[in-house]
């Protein structure tokens, strides 16, 4: 159900098939992104491309058939600055599919692939092509799961025990402590900051079934908005009284 609650405006509203690039799902694992594209094929059933072979209109980034080594959660970094990822050749694994789906850390190295490209001038033509489309069609983010992708449980445990130390009268970290063990941002969060294109000109859709304040403060801060109130649009079900 989740999943087809945003699913469905994203496709009613895609261009279709004609315009690649336009919608990037971030899952936590593989496994939950060929799950996914299982929901689409079934929406929007596998069109004949030009080898002849059916292609789903989602592409699930570095993931190969049969392997679901990178099936684990995919969210954490060791270093903040850490190259996304050293799988080569991603760019011309995606087609021409509306839709891109894989883990953060797949889909960052697919953007630096497409920075790389765009930078070399050797690069194939056609290879070229495809950078230039991801850069200009992407309008919309998913990010499915994305308190687990945000890792907002332990966010909300670190606010939690500051309260806890200011309440019995513990003095709680100071700027220079939290500095020395600051945590890097989760791999989402990276991927959202390198996307190429202003966050104005992009829907971000975030996708969870326990969606409260500590995620939308995370939101917040991700997106460089004013108030919670201006940072996101709750979507609810039915007789869901969260505000």
Known sequence: GKSLAYLLPLLASSKGRGVPYGIMVVTPTVELATQLQREVDKLWPPAEGKDGELESAMHVVGFVS?????????????????????????LPQIGNAPILAGTPRSLRALLA??????????????LKSMAKN??????????????????????????????????????????KQKRRTRKPKPQAEQL?????????????????????RTLRRQLMDMLQTPSLDKTAVLVTAEGDVRT
Request: glycine share 4%.
């Open 66 to 90: 049969g392997n679901l080594e990178d099936g684990e959660d995919d969210t954490e970094v060791n270093k903040e600055n850490e190259n996304a990822d050293t799988r080569p050749d991603l």
């Open 113 to 126: 692939e497409m920075r790389r490209v765009s930078h070399d001038r050797d690069a194939d033509s056609e």
């Open 134 to 175: 991801l850069k200009s069609n992407l309008k919309a983010v998913v990010l499915d799961e994305a308190d687990r992708l945000l890792r907002t449980e332990g966010k909300a445990r670190d606010i939690a025990e500051v309260r806890l130390m200011r309440e019995s009268g513990e003095a709680p970290p100071s700027s």
């Open 192 to 212: 959202i900051n390198e996307l190429p294109i202003p966050l104005e000109k992009v829907q971000i859709v975030c996708a969870s079934a326990t969606v409260g």
